[in-house]
């Protein structure tokens, strides 16, 4: 969990050898208490944090027995570990899961969505399962290189939400990951530095040029 790539190789194995998904967890009303990762997840964010590449296969292959029944902290364990091994491969993976039916088209955009998404009931949360599953899927897939522009139209979705927590996060997401023409330039000789706060995400230590 502190980045280190010490037993990689016995998580992947673990991860590897489940043969089903454990009971995860969902936002519940009136009774949020305990632990809100099962067991599986722990081990799969885990192997997330050593980033080994050699993980993605074993990633796909847990996250197709994933349905739109499953858990939330199960989608939440896959996006945590593709997000932080970075490769563009996991990019498909997260695809194939927003088209799972049911798993899209959360985003509330005017009052009149709102209503018609929003069950009756003062203690509902169906709604915060479903948008934050789609919100992190999205995320995590325009992060890791998106496949055919989806996670950022999701994301541009969320950016107009009624939410506010949803539209902040989502316009935050796609104003600190979407590169200008000039940010994609090969800029030979400019190292970068490591934010302690972000270590994924690498400062250029010379300014890139306006």
């Known amino acids: 969990m502190l ?11 673990a991860v590897e050898d489940a043969s089903e998904w454990d009971t995860g967890w969902n936002y519940t009303g009136m009774g949020q208490f305990g632990k809100s990762i099962s067991y599986l997840d722990g081990l799969i964010i885990a192997l997330g944090r050593t ?6 296969p074993i990633l796909e292959k847990i996250s197709k027995k994933l349905t ?8 939440r364990a896959v996006v945590m570990a593709l997000e932080t091994i970075g490769d563009d491969r996991g990019a498909l993976i997260l695809y194939d899961l927003l088209q799972l039916p049911g798993v899209t088209g959360h985003s509330m955009p005017d009052i009149q969505t709102a209503k018609r998404l929003t069950p009756a009931g003062d203690t509902d949360t169906s709604t915060r399962n479903n948008s934050l599953r789609e919100l992190i899927l ?6 890791c290189g998106d ?4 996670g950022k139209e999701i994301l541009t979705n969320y950016s107009k939400d009624l939410r506010g927590h949803y539209y902040r996060h989502a316009s935050g997401v796609l104003k600190m990951f979407t590169k200008t023409p000039e940010q994609q330039k090969d800029l030979k000789g400019n190292k970068t530095e490591v934010n302690p706060d972000f270590p994924e995400i690498k400062t250029p230590a010379v300014p ?3």
Do not use: D, Y
């Open 3 to 13: 980045g280190n790539a010490a037993g990689g190789e016995v998580l992947q194995k």
């Open 51 to 56: 980033k080994r590449t050699e993980a993605i």
């Open 68 to 75: 739109t029944a499953s858990e939330f902290s199960h989608f």
């Open 138 to 143: 999205a995320r995590a897939l325009f992060r």
């Open 147 to 150: 496949v055919n522009g989806f």
């Open 208 to 210: 890139l040029k306006p």
